[in-house]
């Protein structure tokens, strides 16, 4: 079993001496949240003041940001880390998307699949130079200059987790994913019955 707790997300100057702690208390891995803060910028500041420790984000809403956005936030993460980034996504439900967001909506599970794979799609090609080409339903990639690249890796690919709650999105993740984070309120009833 491996044991994460969370960041400071409001306060930068302690998100560094904070993950430190929890690196030097034993922690696998520390993550952050996006509820009222940016889920990415506190953990540069954990990557810079560790050595070891696991880094995610859990979750960081992907549907209002491009896959390209989320794809350079955290390829710099996965750098700066050393390779210790992972990387959740959750879709957060309709009103948030569309009255908080202003995004358009549509089925979460086809459009999430989606993104997931374009996001391995401009990877390969930051770390292999294969030319971008994803053409999908709802996201298309095809442009991709030597100038917008960012350093090759040599790290290995960035692990990806999404959030799940039902079914579908549980099948996602085991289908094209690394891996899950169920919502906190999920009982063990809730995990027997439905994630396992």
């Given at each position: ?6 960041i ?8 560094g001496p904070?993950?430190?702690?929890a ?6 891995g ?5 509820i ?19 880094l995610?984000?859990s ?14 936030s ?19 439900v309709?009103g948030h ?5 202003s995004?358009?909506?549509s ?11 374009s996001?391995?799609a401009?990877w ?25 690249s960012?350093?090759?890796?040599g ?20 289908e ?9 309120f ?11």
């Amino acid at each position: 079993m491996k044991v994460e707790t969370g960041i400071p997300m409001d306060n930068w100057h302690e998100t560094g001496p904070a993950a430190a702690a929890a690196e030097a208390w034993g922690f696998d891995g520390v993550l952050s949240f996006e509820i009222a803060n940016d889920p990415f910028i506190p953990l540069a500041f954990a990557a810079v003041a560790t050595e070891r420790i696991q880094l995610g984000t859990s979750i960081a809403v992907c549907f209002p940001r491009s896959p390209m956005i989320i794809a350079t936030s955290a390829w710099d993460l996965h750098l700066q880390s050393k390779g210790r980034f992972t990387l959740g996504l959750g879709t957060q439900v309709k009103g948030h998307n569309v009255r908080r967001f202003s995004v358009p909506w549509s089925p979460p599970q086809p459009r999430l699949r989606e993104y997931v794979q374009s996001l391995r799609a401009i990877w390969r090609c930051w770390e292999t130079g294969e030319k971008l080409d994803f053409q999908g339903e709802h996201y298309t990639f095809t442009l991709m200059t030597p100038d917008f690249s960012p350093p090759k890796s040599g790290l290995g690919p960035i692990p990806i987790s999404i959030a799940a709650v039902g079914p579908a999105l549980l099948r996602l993740a085991g289908e094209v994913c690394d891996g899950v984070r169920l919502h906190v309120f999920a009982t063990r009833k809730y995990v027997e019955e439905m994630a396992l």
